[in-house]
């Protein structure tokens, strides 16, 4: 059987979407009738592969809440369909999940694109690139601050403080449910026009998206049983109660990447029982049982502003189903490796050309002295190699690539430097370092597996072990979450 044929056949059989009804079911699947698609035009280009027709396409999603709250409340995007001109066009699409600040920026989007002809024509798939979500920028009337088209993080902070102080606020006041929507109606859209333009059966889609966007990429995987994978960037945000809690232990207060979430006193909220509520709508975890027969692969930086890079020690462990974790060294949340280089593609391209993706596990231990990973693969790597950093100092257990304290800030302060591993047999490779004697050492393992057919490198990582195992703070509790900012 081709390895994609059993990569939809597993999709295809999962009886998820049977197990506990949630609000986002109701939300997605409510008609709308302000979902609508125009078609605009049809463009030839060539790449280093072939040519590629690319298909602009108008869509409007959904009317999010109405008038008298927001000044834009219908949602309109561009969506792009690109397909090879010729040969057999296989049924998985790749949905790319786009935002507008990813959209104005020109190099990240011209690189999509490339992309986008590139993956179309060499494995004769549908790609298609959803923008503007969430749509913005947005003004919402009752703004407690007064702001005015407010995009993304300040969007999702209203969004949340709104439902967090309104007891009759239903649920998809949250942000993350119209993110959801439009990306369903996208993929309703891929499955009509390309049944309607090319008599072609668009019928499983794997999902991807960077930050804020990767988040709807969860949930909509959540929620429509035609997602086969998703590739979440930077989404390092699942189980979000306890990695929040993590954060204020690791920082003594809160990134400022969290500055729209903290202005609208949203920190102080982390304990309080509507909060666990909210979290049971968009936390991923909430969903858990639902990835059974998702394929998972997780991106995400070593510098990341947002959250640390332990934060999957409480998730990826107990996600169900299969899962991958790649590990982006000296990068942070813009992701500019992506610009060069994109891992995303290569595990979609993996799909089609290997019938056995890695299977690999780790565990992190420690002694008196040192830290220890052990590394284990059933199939041996053509290269595994680890990666080290240690904080700036003994304040914080921070590893961001931009750090401030006062007034002034660093960029670049933590590098991570590659050496080797020791090879145990029988697939187990293994790494021990030190404990350095001040601040934190963080170190991981990461493996790279040529795929069959093709002169790309699939890239899987262990999860990052930090030593000690201590933390600067206390944890906070009640409304001394509210915390600073640092």
Partial sequence: MHPLSLFLFAACSSSVWLMEHKALDDFVNLHDPHYQYTFLKKEGTRTHSGAPFFHTINMTSQKWLDESEVDKPVWSHKLTIVLPKEGEINELCLLIIMSDQEVTHSSRAQRTRQYQGYLSVEIKSVVAVLEQVPAQPLTFYKHPLGRKNIKERD???????RFLNDPDAPPHWLVQFPMVKATVRAMDTVTDFMMKTYQKNTTQFVLTGVSMSSWAAWLTAAVDSRVAGIIPVGMNFLNFT????????????????????????????????RFRLLASHVDPMAYNERYANIVKYIVIASGDQFLQPDSPHYYFAQLEGEKHLRIIPNDDSRFNSLLNFDPRMVFFISIFSISQRPSISWQRTMTNTTGIIHFTSDIKPGDIYSYHADTVDGTRRDFRMKITTGNSSQDDPVKWIRTGVKHMGKGVYKKEMKIPAEGWRAFFIQAMYQSTGTTNWDVLTSEIHIIPDTFPCPDCNGDGCHGTLV
Wanted: proline share 5%; with cysteine.
């Fill in 155 to 161: 969007i999702w902070a209203y969004s949340w403080w």
């Fill in 242 to 273: 306890e990695n929040l809690h993590h954060q204020f232990r690791a920082y003594c207060g809160w990134s400022y990447m969290l500055r729209p979430l903290h202005e609208m006193n949203i920190t102080q909220e982390l304990d309080n029982p």
